[in-house]
């Protein structure tokens, strides 16, 4: 599937309210392209695996009026700035022209692949919560891509990218990445991936 095919599923899929913040979309991004195999060019940044190439895309659909843009802006005190941070929030949704373009996107061979793959992901609880969705994404990046072993070996790894979640953020992510099959956990030892 096309980045773009994938991006309109994505948003589409969250419905009349729309997909809230870049960050959770870059994270259902990174699961649904991990579990599709596609390289939508994801690599570590701050807020865990990022991919430049999704960013411009989203643009892209953004200014050719494909993806409503709604950018709601927090207050230093306000309780609606997120876990990481963020003074401000994205919210997409689709336009009645990218209503138009998604039902081209709906007649490809390979979307019921796709879609049934983010119904899986969105069927976790943890996928409405873009804070544990990231920590999972890293959690995630750092078994896959750097093959580390344990809670320790993951903890250690993630201070090298200035990642910052404990050991306690870990087992409030595993249930999600073993339910997608991403990892699995050996409960007789220490080591749990």
């Not at 994938?6 to 991004?29: N, S, Y």
């Not at 609606?80 to 373009?101: P, Q």
């Amino acid at each position: 599937m096309h980045i773009i095919d994938a991006l309109l599923l994505v948003v589409e899929r969250e419905g009349e309210d729309g997909l809230h913040g870049r960050t959770l979309l870059q994270k259902k991004l990174y699961f649904l392209s991990v579990l599709r195999k596609a390289n939508f060019g994801f690599s570590a940044h701050y807020y865990g695996p990022y991919s430049s190439f999704v960013a411009e895309h989203l643009n892209g659909l953004v200014e050719d009026g494909i993806f409503k843009e709604v950018t709601e802006f927090f207050t230093t005190d306000s309780t609606e700035r997120n876990a990481l941070g963020e003074m401000r929030r994205h919210t997409y949704f689709l336009t009645d022209e990218g209503r138009k373009v998604w039902k081209s996107t709906e007649e490809k061979n390979d979307f019921r692949k796709w879609d049934r793959t983010l119904r899986k992901i969105n069927s976790r609880k943890i996928a409405n919560d873009f804070n544990l969705l990231s920590i999972a994404a890293k959690v995630h990046y750092i078994i896959d891509w750097e093959g580390e072993k344990s809670v320790k070996e993951v903890c250690q790894t993630a201070k090298e990218y200035d990642w910052d979640f404990t050991e306690k953020d870990i087992a409030k992510v595993l249930s999600f990445l073993t339910e997608l099959e991403l990892i699995t956990t050996d409960k007789s030892d220490d080591i749990p991936f």
